[in-house]
């Protein structure tokens, strides 16, 4: 995409990277993984997406001469500006499948290169990453709550600002059906929708001549929106009126939307009108101020929505607002790197590491992925990440690689995919999900494990940096 | 900006379009306000961001080839596509000054054109102003519990998505001093900050090393991160170290930066440390979950902190993710234009209009803004804009009309403004407001009025309103 550019990160990314740049950085390979510490939403798993979007990213990444002649301005030195005229990324990218389940602690992408590439793209990972699987997480939770509704993104005018293209990306990859963010539409290839908003009924001097003119302006997608003076007892019965002229011409009106008021009631007592004209095929809509919890207890009261139009709550990822992934270093100069702290949960896993997904001889999940170094083949015992005294057998498990290379010498490897085949997948790999795991509250923990070999190693080093301090 | 064309809206605002277009839409005037129901954060006051942005890109807005052979794909017809590969943006815009405190309910921009393009720019500018204005206010709250600190932009990494960039935009307006954002650096002219993360010191085998390597890169901007480790028995210890040796090369270490821990407690004790070495100048820096309660508690407990980084809370406007604004429609065909709501606080604001801020004859606020019928000349009294038997006398006062003219034919009207004069601006104008409006809890209530002449329309045409039900 042609917005961003090499500038889109932290300015001490390119300060770090000048030091290194001055001390060979361009031939210190180092190793940083991406991981969050924490499932949103107080939620069970989080679905991971972005990733198609960072690889063509990387695969772009340069600074043009804008950049370049804005960094000389910064202070940085000229041997460096002319390695960024020149700067591509030309790493390797290991990474789970766009769309699968992930969870807290363990790697979700693995980034391999020069110290100065994997540095200067921390940030955009992270920023590209860590939104999308934000908001993925909610869509998967309202799709949950809503499997048989037509699933419709209405955030954008309430979206953070430009995050909105993506956040429409990211719904679809959750489970919804289509977005009304037209770019996003142009750009992802995601089913479009929209017709008509309560400005277009009070532009006319009556309810049932706007929907007429709208009528004859989109006879085969019209939904009507009902409920500007009164959605019983005006709006309806126009809508009413619209739908037995369509039906003259040979035309079906698509469906009523409801915007305000008693969501539950109206829609029952619609439903109950609509059928009483022998009109069961239109379809009743509902949007304003829906999340996961709304939409429960909705449909709990037997609301007859046939389709859901989600904004705000959709598209910022409230209440949490961002996923805290992270990115740390883990091996470079030929050795495993740690980083120390005071809170256990906080120690990184040194090393270039794979990640397994552990299933029973049925191909059930068993709730538990384990962490080793990548040169390890299949173990079977894990051991608890800050309890390394306690441990777990599992010799006739099944044990699924979760990292693949996608990138190598900077250039993708496999062709991209399309949102819909990611929506599938994730679909299929939250469905092996069981629902324990998937419930909104205290849902049952996914457990990490590291291998014996992985164990030990973070054990050494926790002891050789602690003589540092 | 070069991202954003026509496709940047929801697809209902082209559906619409459409049927306008077939009802010559193109010779249909009509004004539109903008307004938020509430402010964010549970405070007493709002700050308008985004304005230059949005003028800049309606100066720009089309749809480009590529955007019309997608909408064609969308069951757009021929001639209205024709109409859409001519587009451009036509109207006037009338608005507050942008970095000005903005209150519920009344206008912050009134956009005037014909109904298609007014239409169709109705989502870029909610997701545009919305979201500038939220992160904005959540910047000046914390600039008002750390007046005399410099304060940092670090959220790029957790902001959501792309809307960083015009996050790190609308915190400098807030108050802030510098982002971490480079390209918002280079494209809003916002300084720019930033020196070295762990990974930084983890990648060498020991902290001093490190730390030489980065004082010698940068040793006119050297601020070093000391809890690699151990900030007191190690960090601290050796940025002393790197400091002495700097003043040797007559360079002044710059500051160093805690980002874990008790940073009360540490914040504390590094200072007593440097300062025992004769290092008053280095300056401390923190981060880590900032927001403006704790800092509040950090200064409250005395923590000698002179730089703080603040990342995620502010970038994504923390808890409330998003202000509530929207665009109503306020006229058209010569007629002024209301709609109804059973919620008496969501009845719009009918007409073209204009609003006043009260003073009084020692130039103070008096906490009252005021709106009118654009025609009316200054008013001396003003009603409750629910309880329209409660009404005002304000004889003496001072009234600055606050929606002034930024575009016509599309055009702007006055130079770009610099960031720096916004942030002055707005500086000003908060300054203007009574503490007890700026309080966190329970904030003194800024009050909206009615003129005479628009209570009367609106009574009118509520009364209309009802008998088309």
Redesign the interface.
């Known amino acids: 995409?042609?917005?961003i550019?090499g500038?889109?990160?932290?300015?001490?990314?390119?300060?770090?990277a000048?030091?290194?740049f001055?001390?060979d950085g361009e031939y210190?390979d180092?190793v940083?993984d991406y991981f969050f510490r924490k499932s949103p939403f107080d939620g069970g798993y989080t679905i991971f997406a972005g990733l198609e979007n960072l690889i063509d990213i990387l695969e772009d990444l340069s600074f043009s001469k804008?950049?370049i002649d804005?960094?000389r301005t910064?202070?940085f030195d000229q041997k460096f500006l002319q390695y960024l005229k020149d700067f591509k990324f030309t790493g390797k990218v290991y990474s789970v499948n766009e769309g699968d389940i992930v969870f807290p602690l363990r790697p979700v992408v693995r980034i391999e290169g020069n110290?100065i590439e994997a540095?200067i793209i921390?940030?955009l990972l992270?920023?590209?990453l860590?939104?999308?699987s934000?908001i993925a997480t909610k869509a998967s939770r309202i799709r949950l709550v809503a499997p048989h509704q037509s699933l419709i993104d209405?955030g954008?005018?309430?979206?953070?600002?430009?995050?909105?293209?993506?956040?429409s990306r990211a719904a679809i990859i959750g489970g919804f059906d289509a977005s009304?963010?037209?770019?996003a539409?142009?750009d992802f290839g995601i089913p479009?929708?929209?017709?008509?908003?309560?400005?277009?009924i009070?532009?006319y001097?009556?309810?049932l001549t706007a929907f007429r003119?709208?009528a004859?302006?989109?006879p085969?997608?019209c939904v009507l929106l009902v409920d500007?003076?009164?959605t019983l007892?005006?709006g309806v019965p126009n809508a009413i009126k619209v739908a037995k002229e369509m039906e003259e011409e040979g035309y079906k009106l698509n469906g009523v939307r409801l915007d305000?008021?008693d969501l539950a009631y109206l829609a029952k007592r619609t439903r109950e009108i609509l059928d009483q004209e022998g009109l069961e095929y239109v379809k009743i809509a509902a949007s304003n101020q829906l999340d996961e919890f709304v939409i429960k207890s909705l449909l709990e009261q037997g609301a007859p929505i046939d389709v859901m139009g989600i904004g705000?709550s959709l598209v910022?990822?409230?209440?949490d607002?961002?996923?805290?992934?992270v990115y740390?270093?883990a091996f470079?100069?030929g050795?495993a790197?740690?980083?120390?702290?005071?809170n256990k949960a906080k120690v990184t896993l040194p090393g270039k590491k794979q990640v397994f997904r552990l299933r029973d001889d049925q191909q059930h999940l068993i709730g538990a992925d384990v962490v080793t170094l990548d040169d390890e083949n299949l173990v079977d015992e894990m051991f608890h990440p800050f309890e390394t005294d306690k441990s777990l057998k599992f010799p006739d498990c099944q044990q699924e690689p979760l990292l693949k290379m996608v990138m190598k010498n900077g250039k993708r490897l496999n062709k991209v995919k399309s949102l819909r085949e990611i929506q599938k997948y994730s679909k299929e790999r939250l469905a092996e999900l069981p629902l324990e795991f998937k419930r909104f509250d205290n849902p049952h923990i996914y457990k990490i494990g590291l291998s014996k070999k992985l164990t030990d190693l973070r054990n050494r080093l926790i002891s050789e940096?602690k003589r540092?301090?």
Chains 1, 2 share one sequence.
């Open positions: 995409m042609n917005f550019s500038t889109y990160t932290d300015q001490y990314q390119l300060t770090m000048q030091v290194y001055h001390n210190q180092a940083f804008q950049d804005y960094l910064q202070g110290i540095q921390e940030t992270l920023n590209i860590n939104f999308q934000l209405f954008m005018r309430r979206a953070q600002g430009l995050g909105s293209y993506h956040a009304s963010h037209v770019m539409g142009r479009v929708s929209g017709t008509m908003a309560h400005s277009f009070q532009s001097n009556d309810e003119a709208f004859k302006s989109r085969d997608d500007t003076y009164n007892k005006s305000s008021g705000t910022t990822g409230n209440p607002g961002a996923l805290d992934g740390k270093l470079t100069k050795k790197r740690i980083k120390l702290s005071e940096e540092k301090q």
